[in-house]
């Protein structure tokens, strides 16, 4: 059975279980998503499901992606993702919703973190700092030596330091469903899920479980 979503974030909250706990819930509004393409690996040399998700008015898509959607008389929809998956049972124009989840299933959220612009290494990469004693008063938040001296007399490539921090793919995984609500189209994951409220979020069945 194909088990894959897109939605986006609404929350969190808390859910107490049968023992009194209180667990910590995101709040995912997944689905109703459409089966906009199906590529199998004889036509496209791979396998894979796309959906579309929310639907927008006509004027917000482009000529080329009504074109895509108008052949099997689907919604116009703003977002098209692909899922690699070898269970194709599933036809163009079919609906996903989120009963395609149980309750105790195990997912990967993939989402956009959170942009902080330009960012220091200390707040980036979590350094250390130098020490604030013996005069220097203005090194507590500075990173450092990161080169040698003569050999190789530069940085290397990659080395962390100051940059743009966030606003990049992130994969949460394996978080366990706690809540499944087919007539709102909610879906409730134990833990946190990358991204603002309002983000876009791909659902898909956990990988490492």
């Not at 998700?53 to 692909?82: A, C, D, I, Y």
């Not at 499944?180 to 946190?192: A, F, H, I």
């Amino acid at each position: 059975m194909f088990k894959g979503l897109i939605g986006k974030k609404i929350g969190m909250t808390q859910i107490f279980d049968e023992s009194g706990a209180a667990l910590p819930v995101t709040v995912i509004e997944a689905g109703p998503c459409f089966v906009t393409q199906i590529r199998t690996t004889t036509t496209e040399g791979y396998s894979s499901v796309q959906l579309g998700f929310g639907e927008v008015k006509k004027k917000r898509l482009t000529s080329g992606q009504l074109g895509h959607l108008k052949p099997n008389q689907l919604p116009p929809l703003k977002f098209l993702r692909e899922f690699p998956t070898k269970d194709l049972e599933v036809t163009v124009g079919e609906q996903v919703k989120v009963d395609v989840f149980a309750v105790g299933e195990k997912v990967d959220v993939i989402g956009t973190s959170k942009g902080r612009g330009f960012a220091g290494a200390v707040k980036r990469y979590g350094f250390k700092g130098g020490p604030k004693t013996h005069g220097q008063s203005d090194r507590l938040r500075a990173p450092g030596s990161r080169g040698s001296g003569t050999t190789p007399g530069r940085v290397f490539k990659g080395a962390r330091g100051p940059g743009h921090m966030g606003n990049v793919r992130v994969t949460a995984q394996n978080l366990i469903v706690i809540l499944v609500d087919p007539e709102r189209n909610l879906l409730g994951v134990c833990g946190s899920v990358p991204g603002a409220r309002g983000g876009l979020l791909v659902i898909k069945e956990a990988r490492k479980q």
